[in-house]
Structure formats: C-alpha cells, structure tokens
C-alpha cells in the first residue's frame, strides 16, 4: 500500500521519528516507494521504520536512491 503525503513516521518503540513528503506506487519494482524526512540516526541503510496508514503500521525499510538502476548511456 502506498504511503500519500504528511503520514507520520514511527520507529520501533512508536516515537515520532518523521514525515512523508511524497509516496506513490513505482510501476518499474512493483512496489510502493516514498521519500521522508526522517531524524539522522534513522537514515541508515535497511533501518526498519513504520507509516501510520488508516491506524494500521506498515513497515518501510530505508534504501539508497535511486531505486532502480539507470538504463541509458551518459558519455
């Protein structure tokens, strides 16, 4: 399920750890993807993190961007 705009970002121990700026489904890994502010310590690779999404938590785990490998040649 993607993640929209404003949801609210909580680690672990439910403590407010950031906010979605922009979320949407990527058509390209089939998957939803979203880019947040989070506090600095969260911003580490594979940290496992959770939106509230109609008070559900839905775990979110940080990756590098871009998230697909560019196709085109640069010379």
Do not use: H, W
């Not at 939803?32 to 509230?52: D, G, Q």
Request: charged residues 20%; positive net charge; hydrophobic residues 45%.
């Amino acid at each position: 399920m993607p993640v929209r705009e404003s949801t609210k970002l909580f680690d672990a121990q439910d403590n407010k750890i950031g906010i979605v700026t922009n979320g949407k489904y990527c058509p390209s890994i089939t998957n939803p993807v979203a880019m947040v502010y989070v506090n600095v310590e969260f911003a580490i690779l594979e940290t496992a993190i959770f939106a509230e999404v109609c008070g559900k938590k839905l775990a979110m785990f940080v990756t590098k961007m871009p998230f697909v490998a560019q196709s085109y040649f640069r010379s």
